[in-house]
């Protein structure tokens, strides 16, 4: 009798397990899981901080510390997707470097109907939504994982393509689990950043731009060393004035498209050739939190102050007005030849706006440096 009831019993609850719904069943035995999509390059400083400044915070703060898994048959330099969870919070990182990730991105981009001047890295997708740069991302994150938390979870975006890349990513279990695969004590070292680069490496990421970026970084360097000689020997030809406004002029343009860019965080406008959100991503693209091209517009616009002064004044109001232009040329120059010897060797990704305002610079010293040395040689013997 007791076998018959316990029979019974068995086959009652299995079949209450099979009628039941696998969804009703997973929500009931698991924790809501909040799964997001991260896009970065391994060039984007502002990347680089997201993943090894906040994320490690915020996955401590939401669920603990991670783990990383990615496909480690893979050359350094073809992993298109990387996942880090804690169980809480499932990261897909996808680097847009790689052809596989950049498809994704294109088609999530599409998808979300991404305006122009919100392209860019770091960017996270979550659901229909998406958030882009080092401080939009940041700001956002805790609240959508609070969200997702109470809402019971977040699933992945709809992008076309992406139980693909989940797949590619070995020691992830149906539910995405962990169940094994790569995890270091740091999850966030595991995924790649320029440092991890050799300079060959950096190099070949844009042979054309970073090429035309050597040939302006030998002329800057020939120019500071012929200009003083050409001087000395008094063969500094002399040209048309209003040669000296228009650089002027040029150089401040270039330098507030930047700065805005790098304000805002958005993506810039690049030509065929090279990659100017790379550069404009790194973390040389300020000092002291300062962008560099703020201080391009401070450092032309004394320039052009000190020009105008020097035309329309006499005296030793010009020559200091000249001496001044001459003295922000030549800085400029040789801060320009920091700038761009940091874009193919340091950086691997060259700036076109960047290397204009190269020219443009070093152009103005060849422009001011025989009269701001003339100037300078007045003041002394007065």
Known sequence: MRS?????????????AIALPASAQSESEADPVVRVVFFFSP???????????????????????????????????QVAFYEMTNGTLDILFGDVSVDAAAQLYEDDTERLSVPDERMGVPRLDVLDDYYVGSAEIPDELPGIIEAGIAAGGIPWPDIPGIEDAIASVPG???????????????????????????????????????????????????????????????????APEWLTPVLAVIGIGVSIYLGSVEASGTEAVCGPVGDCNAVQQSEYATIFGIPIGILGIIGYGILLVGWIVAKTTKGRVADLGMIAAAAIAAGGTLFSIYLTFLEPFVIGATCMWCLTSAVAITGLLWLTAGPGWAAFGRIRSS
Do not use: W
């Open 43 to 77: 060039t984007c400083g502002h990347c680089e901080y997201v993943i090894n400044e906040v994320l490690p915070g915020v996955f401590e703060e939401y669920g603990g510390q991670p783990s990383v898994f990615f496909d480690e048959t893979l050359p350094e330099g």
């Open 172 to 238: 992830m279990a149906e539910g995405n689990q962990p169940i094994d695969g790569e995890s270091t004590e740091d999850p966030a070292a595991a995924i790649p950043d320029s440092a991890d680069q050799t300079v060959a490496e950096k190099f070949g990421n844009d042979p054309v731009g970073n090429s035309l970026a050597v040939l302006v970084l030998v002329a800057m360097i020939a120019s500071l060393i012929a200009v003083p000689i050409l001087i000395g020997k008094g063969m500094l030809s002399s």
């Open 4 to 16: 018959r009831f316990t029979f019974l019993f068995v086959l009652v609850a299995t079949l209450f």
